[in-house]
């Protein structure tokens, strides 16, 4: 069932219910007010009998006369019968009316009145004291009048009743129409969009409720879902791309090498050369799976120097910078020892610290220096790691952080795009701040701000 089909539904249901709760009520109460407007007419009818049958005696006879004209209306002897003590007609013709029995008469005398429906007819009675004796007067109408009232009511509200239900439903199909038609509208938007353009985005309606919130949503949804998208195809042009060399080099040095007898050592240099190739290959796939995996790794944080962290970074590359004529640097500018002192993964905080150091060689000229600091700053540790290479040009520094992303002026320089990207989503996942500040040419500066323990953790 569509929303439109429910909503007309439910709201021609809801009015039906409401208006049939509302006709009962209003019936009943009309059903009663009527029925008491003919007692009370009928016990005023008994009231004036028995004065003009037992008052007469004491009454002048032009009082008598003139009762007798103004009321000559409501007083006929067959509707009226006035009972004596011996429960016997006395005045009046109503004779034998089996629909008074003893019982009517005996609760009229003990309760002064009395008043039932029986048959087709309204009964009303009083006790009636007189010089006489003690009477009860009984004055009795047709109910006619009154149940062609009741079903007068009855078809005018069933009537209403299916007008109404009638009007609700053209009305309910005619107010779905418009407040589901933005719906419609996103459902057709949504079925436009084309798989490769998933990320375009719906354009908000601007209403400030609910539909507004869905649309928010859903162009965050599949804005990020593009991305995966993208992410996927960059990783299949990168993987065809990047492991083509080593590969290429691999299968190129086996076949030259197949083709005749070799020395030792040229064996051992194929073999060396097509290690590292390999190697290349494991350290990229090894970034992959740490990527693709590092939103599931567990919580399970450590307390870690981070001084000693850099100095191992330091001892591991140490030489790989020397082969390039590249100096690194470290300083300590920390007052606070507690601040080195830091719960996190070793393992991870390792390889994106490394991933920057490595980076800031790799892209630094002959004779340049790199300095590692450690600083306090406002009662935070920060790490700043500065080179004097190539440097990264504006246009980039908003993209260089994303996956598979190299900037323009890297030239030769071997790189997968996707070592700051890793780095960065280590820092991220320990709540690590980081910055890049470059000038082209003259170098790049990554600023680490390492968070509050006692704010995060």
Do not use: C
């Not at 028995?50 to 000559?72: F, S, T, V, W």
């Amino acid at each position: 069932m569509t929303l439109r089909n429910r909503f007309t539904l439910i709201s021609s249901l809801s009015f039906g219910i409401v208006s049939i709760i509302t006709f009962v009520v209003i019936f009943f109460a009309y059903y009663d007010s009527t029925k008491f407007f003919y007692f009370e007419k009928l016990r005023n009818t008994a009231l004036i009998s028995a004065i003009y049958y037992l008052e007469k005696d004491e009454l002048p006879k032009n009082r008598h006369a003139q009762i007798k004209k103004e009321y000559n209306h409501l007083i006929e002897n067959k509707q009226v019968a006035i009972y004596d003590q011996r429960n016997q007609v006395t005045f009046g013709q109503n004779l034998g009316d089996k629909n008074i029995k003893l019982h009517h008469l005996n609760v009229a005398r003990n309760n002064k009145s009395v008043q039932f429906m029986s048959g087709n007819n309204f009964y009303s009675g009083i006790f009636y004291p007189d010089n006489q004796g003690d009477f009860v007067v009984f004055a009795k109408s047709s109910s006619d009048s009154f149940n062609s009232q009741m079903i007068r009511l009855s078809v005018i509200m069933l009537a209403v009743l299916i007008m109404g239900l009638l009007a609700i439903y053209f009305l309910s199909r005619y107010l779905s129409k418009i407040i589901y038609k933005p719906i419609s509208n996103i459902v057709e938007r949504i079925n436009n969009v084309e798989y490769n353009d998933i990320s375009q985005a719906i354009t908000s309606t601007n209403t400030h409720d609910e539909l507004e919130e869905l649309i928010k949503s859903y162009n965050k949804l599949f804005g990020r879902i593009s991305e995966s998208i993208l992410l996927q195809q960059n990783f299949i042009n990168y993987v065809s791309h990047e492991f083509k060399t080593p590969l290429a080099a691999i299968s190129g040095n086996l076949e030259v090498f197949a083709q005749k007898d070799r020395t030792p050592e040229e064996y051992q240099e194929v073999v060396q050369e097509s290690l590292e190739n390999v190697y290349e290959i494991e350290n990229i796939l090894n970034n992959l799976l740490l990527m693709s995996g590092l939103t599931k790794l567990e919580k399970s944080h450590k307390q870690i120097r981070i001084d000693e962290l850099i100095w191992k970074i330091h001892e591991k590359l140490n030489s790989k910078a020397q082969e390039n004529n590249i100096s690194i640097t470290i300083n300590l500018k920390v007052a606070n020892p507690a601040l080195l002192e830091f719960p996190g993964n070793e393992t991870l905080l390792y390889l994106a610290l490394y991933n920057i150091v490595e980076n800031a060689i790799k892209y630094s000229g002959p004779n340049h220096s790199i300095s590692v600091t450690m600083l306090e700053e406002n009662k935070h540790l920060q790490i700043e790691i500065t080179d004097q290479g190539k440097g990264i040009h504006t246009d980039d520094l908003d993209k260089i952080t994303e996956t598979f992303y190299r900037g323009k002026n890297v030239d030769h320089v071997k790189g997968s795009g996707i070592g700051l990207s890793l780095s960065k989503s280590i820092f991220d996942h320990h709540y690590i701040v980081m910055k890049i500040s470059s000038e082209v040419g003259k170098g790049t500066t990554v600023l680490l701000i390492f968070p509050d323990v006692s704010e995060k953790f």
